[in-house]
């Protein structure tokens, strides 16, 4: 079994529907997760992180977690082209601090117009 | 600016050679990391530097020995290049202690011929 699970895709979303993204990791007393977003030919860059079980909402993104069921999630309102992106889920590992994180294999997101 | 960078971006090599790859970052950050992320995208940590400490080693083959002469440098040196070796290459740095960000470098697409 992965470590961090996440669909490959793509996944196809109409230009202003919610788009979501799931994740599932392994190892049960990991502490933080992560929502990175990478475009094609660039480096990915961090636009979500969440700690507590629940909902943590910034701008258009929402990152759900529940840890009893080992899942995170990404939901993107109202999304919009320039949301196309592969969205890595990465995964804070217990007894570690910042130092490692675990990636997912990441979801290709296309947002169609 | 305010960054991570990498040199060189792009790296073509015949196999059995040996390269390096350097990373610098200004942001003061404690931590620094390479990764490698393959032909599939994915997203795999090599190793891990805390105050040029080597902290993370991860089943990575000897061939590939990381230096690090001050904080803000973390450099990566390949002897006797492969061709599985090809893959791109991401340097990232972070705050050190708390759950703080991993920002990356553009990345170094390396190529073994």
């Known amino acids: 079994q992965k470590e961090v699970e996440q669909n490959s895709g793509p996944l196809s979303v109409p230009e202003g529907a919610i788009a979501s993204l799931n994740c599932t990791y392994s190892?049960?007393?990991?502490?933080?997760f992560f929502w990175y977003r990478q475009y094609s030919g660039k480096s990915p860059e961090l636009i979500m992180f969440i700690y507590s079980n629940g909902d943590k909402e910034d701008g258009r993104f929402t990152a759900q977690l529940n840890k009893a069921s080992q899942y995170v999630s990404l939901l993107i309102r109202d999304s919009q082209p320039s949301d196309s992106a592969t969205y890595l889920c990465a995964v804070n590992p217990l007894g570690f601090g910042n130092e490692k994180l675990t990636f997912g294999t990441g979801t290709r997101l296309t947002i169609i117009p | 600016d305010t960054a991570v960078s990498q040199t060189p971006k792009y790296l073509v090599t015949q196999m059995g050679n040996d390269k390096s790859i350097k990373c610098e970052q200004n942001?003061?950050?404690?931590?620094m990391y390479w990764y490698k992320q393959d032909s599939k995208k994915f997203l795999k940590i090599m190793f891990s530097y805390n105050n040029k400490e080597l902290i993370i080693n991860e089943t990575v083959p000897n061939r590939f020995s990381p230096k690090s002469p001050d904080k803000a440098h973390l450099n990566l040196h390949i002897n006797s290049l492969e061709l599985g070796d090809s893959a791109v290459y991401f340097c990232?740095?972070?705050?050190?202690?708390?759950?703080?960000?991993?920002?990356f470098g553009p990345g170094t697409r390396l190529t073994v011929l």
């Open positions: 190892d049960r007393g990991s502490q933080s």
């Open positions: 942001l003061g950050h404690d931590t």
């Open positions: 990232a740095s972070s705050a050190a202690g708390g759950k703080n960000e991993q920002f």
